[in-house]
């Protein structure tokens, strides 16, 4: 898929609305981990990461004030060396994140798309290592350290 072109007038309208933009609260809303096998043993079977968003919406709660659902799946797979394509997953983990924005400039859907593949990940990120890490203790599994995500 070709990356979207973006103009001035939307750089600018864009840059606008991050410097108008606080977020007022952020919470989990629902909250889902199974913990479906062991993590290997042997320290040199590979583990697949997966993080991938699932819902991801916003509406206007209030003036100026908007709520955006981000919704999140995670699982970790071992990788069997002899044939890559085999997995086992051993660990699945689905939240879904409510965030509050206010901002002075109007949300809309162009905004949107770009604020929620950019900005909404950065801040759900720190909320989402941490509860990966505490579902994983309860789960009974070693500490797991979400990898760096980058973005384009």
């Not at 051993?90 to 924005?101: M, R, T």
């Amino acid at each position: 898929m070709k990356k979207k072109e973006l103009t001035k007038e939307f750089k600018e309208k864009y840059n606008n609305f991050i410097h108008s933009v606080e977020l007022l609260d952020l919470f989990i809303s629902e909250l889902s981990f199974k913990r479906l096998g062991s993590p290997p043993e042997d320290g040199d079977i590979p583990i697949k990461v997966s993080l991938r968003p699932t819902k991801n919406s916003y509406k206007k709660i209030g003036e100026n004030i908007y709520e955006i659902t981000h919704g999140v799946s995670f699982k970790l797979e071992t990788v069997d060396k002899n044939n890559p394509k085999k997995k086992s997953k051993f660990f699945e983990l689905k939240a879904v994140y409510k965030l509050i924005y206010q901002s002075e400039l109007e949300l809309d859907d162009e905004i949107f798309e770009l604020f929620s593949k950019r900005n909404v990940p950065i801040n759900v990120i720190p909320f989402l290592r941490e509860t990966i890490h505490n579902s994983m203790y309860r789960a009974g599994l070693p500490p797991f350290l979400l990898p760096i995500v980058k973005f384009d």
